[in-house]
């Protein structure tokens, strides 16, 4: 009896535990839709292929006509909307014509997103994907990252973004999918320089407080962006230094944490203009 007992306390473990699973699950990376991948669809199958419910979703940014300047950070937001539904994920690519990882993500909530990866044909790609529960909202939901663009020209780059409209029943069943794409291209050499002489002397080195000190000197009020990249071109941290007079500027931003020691690029921009201080860090 005893051992009767026991089996059946194993086996409502085991179902316990497969419905914490699914519960538990969070974004998955590599169902875009991008060259190579599956889509949402091929799980959340209810209803048959992506794009056929009632609901829709979008990509805005803060780029100007959707153009990009290298090494500047934009503001990326993908809305997935249906009437009805409780809870929306999300997943999103940035790649180049060569399917290859264009630019970085950063995540600025990390209550309803975060990045994961998925190896496709050879390459590692990176995608921002939601949080569980972090899309808990009713009738629609906004993810909203940050997109850094590569630090030189790289030609047409497309979005491939995937969003989810669940009904939060804890598993795939009856919920609507949806995916699309955005190209965005490289701004024009004039665009790029028509304030070429708004930001000057820019320097970047240590100061007695243990700070990343930033000297420039700017003809316009701007609100500047400081990104710290390692040697391989890879972002380690963005911050916003706060809005600048015209003249001489002086600040500085933290050393972020658990950095090795080494030589990074210290990158400003400022009126839609980037320039560059090689720093070591010891």
């Known amino acids: 009896m005893k051992k009767v007992k026991l089996g059946a306390l194993s086996v409502i473990a085991i179902i316990i ?29 209810t209803y048959g292929n992506s794009n056929t419910g009632p609901g829709s979703i979008y990509v805005t940014s803060s780029m ?30 940035a790649l180049t014509s060569t399917n290859a990882n264009a630019g970085s993500l950063v995540i600025t909530n990390t209550a309803k997103t975060q990045t994961k990866t998925k190896t496709v044909s050879g390459i590692t790609r990176n995608n921002v994907v939601h949080q569980q529960n972090g899309g808990l909202q009713n009738d629609s939901m906004i993810f909203t990252f940050n997109w850094v663009a590569p630090t030189s020209n790289l030609g047409n780059i497309t979005f491939y973004f995937a969003g989810i409209a669940a009904n939060n029943n804890g598993n795939e069943d009856n919920d609507y999918v949806y995916h699309s794409t955005k190209v965005v291209s490289p701004a024009s050499t004039t665009a790029i320089n028509e304030n070429v002489n708004t930001l000057k002397s820019f320097k970047a080195f240590l100061n007695s407080e243990g700070r990343i000190a930033i000297e420039f000197y700017s003809t316009q009020v701007d609100q500047p962006r400081v990104n710290v990249f390692d040697m391989n071109g890879r972002l380690i941290s963005s911050e916003m230094i706060g809005v600048c ?38």
């Open 17 to 45: 535990s497969t419905a914490f699973g699914i519960l538990s699950d969070n974004g998955k990376a590599g169902y875009t839709g991008s060259p190579g991948e599956l889509k949402c669809d091929d799980c959340h199958s």
């Open 64 to 93: 100007s006509n959707w153009q990009y300047v290298p090494g500047q950070t934009y503001t990326v937001n993908v809305i997935v909307k249906q009437t009805g539904k409780p809870l929306f994920g999300v997943g999103f690519e």
């Open 245 to 282: 007079p015209s003249g001489e500027v002086k600040s500085s931003i933290g050393i972020p944490a658990d950095l090795k020691s080494g030589n990074y690029m210290i990158s400003i921009l400022s009126n839609n203009q980037k320039l560059n201080s090689k720093l070591f860090i010891p």
